[in-house]
């Protein structure tokens, strides 16, 4: 089993910035690739980015370049540095973790940018 804790949601204006943290327990070995989706109201949930143990990172179009992905292996926590942010990207963020058999979630941290 893996645990997944997240923190750093919050509420920020418009073109403010947010890093939002994603610390994993457990049987960490296992896993092969970390993520961060998001879900908002009425929305399905969505693939923001995602990184793997190898170093490759992959975004959603919507916020290449304003996001970034980062994983701190040590710490067995991986980042997400949210920059510009806009009023579209309010949403609850979803740590993810994938294993070769399993995917994991966390509870969600909410982002809220107001214009």
């Known amino acids: 089993q893996v645990q997944l804790v997240e923190s750093g949601g919050g509420l920020v204006q418009a073109g403010g910035s947010l890093r939002l943290s994603c610390a994993a327990s457990?049987?960490?070995?296992?896993?092969?690739?970390m993520g961060w989706y998001r879900q908002a109201p009425g929305k399905q949930r969505e693939l923001v980015a995602s990184?793997?143990?190898?170093?490759?990172?992959n975004y959603a179009d919507s916020v290449k370049g304003r996001f970034t992905i980062s994983r701190d292996s040590v710490k067995n926590t991986v980042y997400l540095q949210m920059n510009s942010l806009k009023p579209e990207d309010t949403a609850v963020y979803y740590c993810?973790?994938?294993?070769?058999?399993?995917?994991?979630w966390g509870q969600g941290t909410q982002v809220t940018v107001s214009s």
């Open positions: 457990g049987i960490i070995f296992s896993i092969n690739a």
């Open positions: 993810n973790a994938r294993s070769p058999i399993s995917v994991y």
């Open positions: 990184t793997t143990t190898g170093g490759g990172t």
